[in-house]
């Protein structure tokens, strides 16, 4: 079956950088949601978009917006990039509007800011 | 915000012996999730629940949504090798998912 994808899955960039990733729902799959996980951390929830629509934001930092698209993908736009911003991203997809809620995770893009 | 507490944070056992950990929450859920994480991987969905009270099983894995919906546990019988991992728990609500801080799971053969 296909998964989530996302690209790139590993970004080196140095301070005050701008980074772009990308994500690829499940097909059919309307909920785009970014994680951030730090080492030994839980992912900290950043964004969603239902239906091209922002639904709720998380700790997102004013330097990083992202969007959904026509054909569902999402990009996370990353500006003025800080050595803190080393981490693992991870985009998940669900299927909205529905009684059930399985949010399903890719395989992460790993940035490092040097 | 809502504050999921995963315990224990980390468990080291042996080949064949039964887990358990567990998720509680001052807050009401509708719906847990429990995920599975590999080191440098995304997070693998494991099993799914809905309901109050509603006990699922995914081969070795049973998990269940508790009466209160403020918790939910998850036990793996058996353990193999390839179980080691983080077992990360996560609750639904308000077009929102929150995360435990994970349980890791170290398992010697």
């Known amino acids: 079956a296909a998964g989530v994808i996302q690209s790139p899955r590993h970004l080196i960039k140095e301070k005050r950088e701008t980074a772009t990733l990308k994500c690829y729902p499940i097909?059919?799959?309307?909920?785009v949601y970014w994680y951030q996980q730090g080492p030994g951390q839980d992912p900290q929830f950043l964004i969603s978009?239902?239906?091209?629509?922002?639904?709720d934001k998380g700790s997102i930092p004013d330097r990083f917006s992202a969007q959904q698209f026509s054909d569902y993908h999402s990009e996370l736009n990353m500006s003025s990039l800080e050595l803190g911003d080393s981490a693992l991203y991870f985009c998940?997809?669900?299927?909205?509007?529905?009684?059930?809620?399985?949010?399903?995770f890719g395989p992460g893009t790993r940035l490092t800011v040097t | 915000g809502q504050q999921l507490n995963q315990s224990p944070q980390s468990m080291f056992i042996q080949e064949g012996e039964d887990v358990s950990m567990n998720c509680t929450s001052s807050?009401?859920?509708?719906?847990w999730l429990w995920y599975k994480q590999d080191p440098g991987e995304g997070p693998v969905l494991l099993i799914a629940?809905?309901?109050?009270?509603e006990l699922t099983s995914n081969g070795r894995l049973t998990a269940q949504f508790g009466i209160t919906r403020k918790d939910s546990f998850l036990n793996i019988s058996a353990s193999i090798p390839s179980d080691v991992g983080i077992y990360f728990c996560?609750?639904?609500?308000?077009?929102?998912?929150?995360f435990g801080s994970g349980t890791k799971l170290n398992v010697k053969p």
């Open positions: 097909p059919r799959h309307d909920t």
């Open positions: 996560a609750g639904y609500n308000f077009n929102k998912f929150y």
């Open positions: 998940a997809s669900s299927l909205g509007g529905q009684a059930t809620y399985e949010q399903y």
């Open positions: 629940l809905y309901k109050a009270g």
């Open positions: 978009f239902y239906e091209k629509m922002q639904s």
């Open positions: 807050s009401i859920f509708n719906t």
